[in-house]
DNA sequence: CGACTAGTTGAGGCCAGTCAATGTTGGTGG
DNA sequence: CCACCAACATTGACTGGCCTCAACTAGTCG
């Protein structure tokens, strides 16, 4: 049996993310920095207790976005980040032809969106690849706080910094590497996260179809669903559909090493 | 003859930039912002007089960068931005095999150095791929003035959001197009960029070597000259070494459609 | 049950990579 | 000034990794 998140029952409303997006609360019940179990991967790291709080105030509304839904799409207004309070986001870039590439995988603790503060509003489109949730930061008022707290802009450009760094890892990743050393990659970088995140590096279950992986990996569906048999023939994991398990992880890295 | 700069005579000092970087006065000349060709497209943009005269005062130094040289190395503590005044530069991510991955290639007008806010310095390496100028933005200045100036902060914010879409823009090229659809990008992507620093974005001169073109997109370097070879013989440009003319931007767009 | 989505596997093709020879250019020092 | 060398570039012949097309299986949902 592999599981890497806790089941959670979450209220969802229909995501309709043209409009300006619906805030929903949760049966009276607020969100808290500093209950939350993700405090120091996300945006407060580092932050005093009255700072906290501060920040908590901002952070007044939390939003579940059903799988498959849309939180922001190319174009849209900017006028919040958003912190992933549960679930997975894909970030996806389109092509005038249609054509996509999926250009961004994105776990709890995570902040998503700050592509959109440039003038011209959002580069790309996130979408649910599971039930989720996320946390509400309107940007103005995240600017203001920011302002009056140092750390709370120190974390702010880390943040953004943070992003352009895995973006350059995901160029070289695209630019540089064989088809194989891309998977490695990506499940070791995977298995990293979830340990950050307190689950298990060696088990978990991809939320990404074939497809999703392929294209943000820049191979094709059926190339990856091969790697996956392959790495399994070799003895470096077990597949079984999406639920993976890592057995030779030190092997793993040796693929990339090379 | 095609030339897309001025010349231009700039004093140089050997750059050694596992020392903080030395830094150099002009002959007494100092830099001014409001008397800079580029401060439209840099990071003054929309500040009003007095608020540029306080940016200067920040910018007050000018660093020339011999060809080939390193403005900085991943590992190096972060301390600053630096704005390009002349020349152009390239970033480089390096793989621990060696391997390496040029991420961007910047003109100037634009802001390096983004990728080094976070806490471990910076993450690629910035080498000039000619003579170069940049102007030396020391961070915790700039971000004590950005406080006091809410136009600049939101254009440090935009310069950072830009990169990441850069980033992304660069990944969908990566993991979606075709080596010839990448060249074409690149082509026309440099043809826009040299036309907003006003010069001709028919003719100009590349800065980087088939081999660098290469890294950047992804490919090996004979294809690209290949490619060259043939999109010439198809009539869309010129190419004689790294002297180009684009013959037929509109059929080169054409090629990227589909 | 049928329709649909997700995934696996095979056969064959092609685009880009690899290897190699040759030409061209630019910088350096005798 | 020229000879020399190294770096850069072009071109050809061949290879191979990944893509394309296609068939088939399994699971899900109305």
Redesign the pocket.
């Given at each position: 049996m592999v599981s890497n998140r806790p089941s959670a029952r979450v209220p969802f409303q229909a995501a309709q993310c043209t409009e300006s997006p619906t805030i929903i609360e949760f049966g009276g019940l607020r969100t808290h920095c500093n209950s939350c179990g993700l405090r120091n991967l996300c945006i407060p790291t580092g932050l005093a207790p009255e700072a906290m709080r501060q920040l908590d105030q901002i952070i007044s509304h939390r939003r579940g976005v059903r799988k498959r839904d849309t939180l922001y799409r190319p174009g849209d207004a900017f006028t919040a980040l958003y912190a992933i309070r549960l679930g997975t986001f894909k970030t996806v870039v389109l092509a005038e032809d249609g054509r996509e590439q999926i250009t961004g995988c994105h776990l709890p603790g995570e902040i998503i969106g700050m592509d959109g503060i440039g003038e011209q509003g959002h580069a790309c489109q996130a979408i649910a690849l599971e039930d989720s949730e996320v946390c509400f930061l309107p940007f103005d008022r995240l600017e203001k706080l920011a302002h009056a707290l140092p750390v709370l802009q120190a974390n702010l450009y880390r943040l953004l910094s943070r992003d352009i760094r895995r973006d350059q890892d995901m160029m070289m990743l695209l630019g540089s590497r064989?088809?194989?050393?891309?998977l490695a990659l990506f499940l070791l970088n995977l298995a990293g996260r979830y340990q950050a995140l307190g689950y298990s590096p060696s088990e978990f279950v991809?939320r990404?179809?074939?497809?999703?992986i392929?294209s943000y990996l820049?191979?094709?569906?059926?190339?990856?669903?091969?790697l996956?048999?392959r790495l399994q023939e070799e003895g470096f994991l077990q597949?079984?559909?999406?639920a993976v398990k890592l057995l030779d992880a030190t092997a793993l890295r040796h693929l990339i090493g090379h």
């Open positions: 064989s088809a194989e050393e891309r991809l990404m179809t074939r497809e999703e392929a820049g191979l094709k569906l059926e190339t990856v669903s091969r996956f048999t597949v079984e559909g999406r």
